[in-house]
């Protein structure tokens, strides 16, 4: 039975329960910079490209991870070179194609326009001495200068750009002439019938020929050879971006199969090796193709381009110089010309002038000829260019001493008529353009073809360089499954 407590009174203060540690004050949270809500509020996410790179920088702290990174950076090498190498070698080959093709072709043609009109302005000269027995090859000479003349246009129109500086150079001379043909034939017509005026109609159609459609075919003719500079400039300088890329690719891939050596003992990686060589392949193709290219298309210019300026204006020379003297027959002192205190003939002052530029481009063609097959035909115009000077020397001492028909003779006759002397001449100086321009054609396509499947073969290559740098990788992570 139990037993009640005697007294129900609380026992003392501190008796029989424990006493509890005291609790030191807590800080408050103190609320985040930036952050917009209270203390304690959910934080904002973090981007993608953050949560990347730590995921980046842990994965770096492990051997396979740094083997992944590894891998992916030596492929992305080996593509960019291949890739650059694809670009740059396409931009190259396109340009050499076009000094083959275009430019090159065009220039000749603008060279031809010049030509053709001066080859027609003397073959008018020379029809109009003869008079009423104008020969069937005089007149059939001036109409294929104009014929020519009329195609070459047509042609450079094509390939001229509608805004360009050629094409309006091009619609000048389309205009300029039918009016040369229209004062031509009238000069023709007043010569058969014995009137004096026909011989002032020759001189303005002369004048309009060397004072407007001469220098705007000379224009074209310029603008033509900068096209044909500026292709040259687009093909031959080095890719030196690509050949950067290739070097730092092997370095990288050097690099990488030595730390492999230095970790597993191992001397080779098979996929990093097949790295290696396909990036060297792509880097000695790329070297050896465009320097080949480099040197055949430097010749082409040198030994064929340079050649075919400095016969095409020593050409163009002896026609004027032809053109000239036939002038001063038809002319016969009516234009004269002062040069300090004498008076000369400004038809043979002209002549003699040309004359001079034809010496100059005949010795600077003789020294540019890179064989005798060049150099033959050059040596036989200036020997031509030599008695032609004497002859016309004898053709105006006649016509000063009054002895006109005799002159005419001396220049138009048959036999021992300066006339022989510049066929000579324009017959040599064909055969050494003809020459010269087979000359480039050859270096210029040795050239381009040097390059011939660099863009896809690099392409191709650097895919197999990248997937092998990928296997090699992957070999050495699958010894940490």
């Not at 740059?88 to 043609?109: I, K, M």
Request: net charge neutral; proline share 5%; glycine share 8%.
């Amino acid at each position: 039975m139990t037993q009640p407590p005697k007294s129900s009174a609380a026992p003392p203060a501190g008796a029989g329960a424990p006493t509890l540690p005291a609790v030191p004050p807590q800080p408050v949270p103190q609320q985040r910079a930036g952050a917009g809500g209270p203390a304690g509020s959910p934080q904002p996410r973090r981007t993608a490209f953050a949560e990347g790179v730590d995921r980046l920088r842990a994965a770096a702290t492990t051997e396979p991870g740094r083997l992944r990174i590894i891998g992916a950076l030596l492929a992305l090498l080996v593509v960019a070179f291949g890739a650059v190498t694809a670009w740059q070698t396409t931009e190259r080959a396109a340009a050499a194609d076009d000094v083959l093709r275009r430019s090159q072709p065009l220039s000749s043609d603008a060279a031809d326009i010049y030509r053709s009109l001066a080859d027609a302005n003397t073959a008018a000269s020379s029809g109009f001495l003869a008079g009423g027995q104008e020969t069937k090859t005089s007149r059939d000479r001036y109409e294929r200068g104009i014929r020519t003349a009329a195609a070459k246009l047509v042609t450079a129109a094509a390939s001229a750009d509608a805004d360009s500086p050629a094409t309006t150079t091009i619609s000048e001379l389309n205009r300029l002439l039918p009016e040369y043909k229209g004062l031509v034939e009238r000069a023709r017509t007043y010569n058969r019938q014995g009137f004096p005026v026909g011989g002032a109609y020759l001189r303005y159609a002369n004048e309009k020929m060397q004072k407007e459609m001469l220098p705007a075919a000379e224009k074209l003719y310029s603008t033509e050879n900068r096209r044909l500079s500026a292709d040259y400039a687009d093909a031959k300088p080095y890719p030196w971006a690509a050949i950067a890329l290739g070097v730092l690719a092997l370095a990288a891939l050097a690099w990488a199969q030595y730390r492999t050596y230095q970790r597993t003992n191992r001397v080779l990686n098979h996929g990093m090796v097949a790295a290696t060589a396909a990036a060297t392949v792509v880097l000695l193709w790329l070297v050896v193709g465009h320097s080949v290219a480099r040197s055949d298309l430097g010749d082409s210019y040198d030994h064929g381009v340079r050649s075919l300026n400095v016969l095409h204006d020593a050409r163009i020379a002896s026609l004027k110089a032809r053109g000239n003297e036939n002038l001063t027959l038809v002319a016969r002192g009516a234009e004269t010309r002062k040069v300090g205190d004498k008076t000369y003939d400004a038809y043979d002052f002209d002549f003699q002038k040309n004359m001079g530029v034809l010496d100059k481009g005949l010795a600077e063609a003789r020294r540019l000829a890179d064989d005798k097959a060049g150099e033959q035909p050059v040596t036989a115009a200036a020997g031509n260019m030599a008695e032609w000077k004497k002859r016309h020397a004898l053709a105006r001492e006649q016509d000063e001493n009054g002895n006109y028909q005799q002159a005419l003779d001396m220049v138009i006759g048959g036999k021992g008529a300066t006339v022989e002397c510049f066929d000579g001449v324009d017959a040599a100086l064909a055969d050494a353009l003809d020459h010269e321009e087979n000359e480039f054609r050859q270096a210029a396509r040795d050239g381009r073809d040097a390059m011939t499947g660099l863009p896809a073969g690099a392409a191709v290559l650097a895919v197999l360089g990248a997937a092998g740098a990928l296997l090699g990788i992957g070999r050495r992570l699958s010894e940490y499954r």
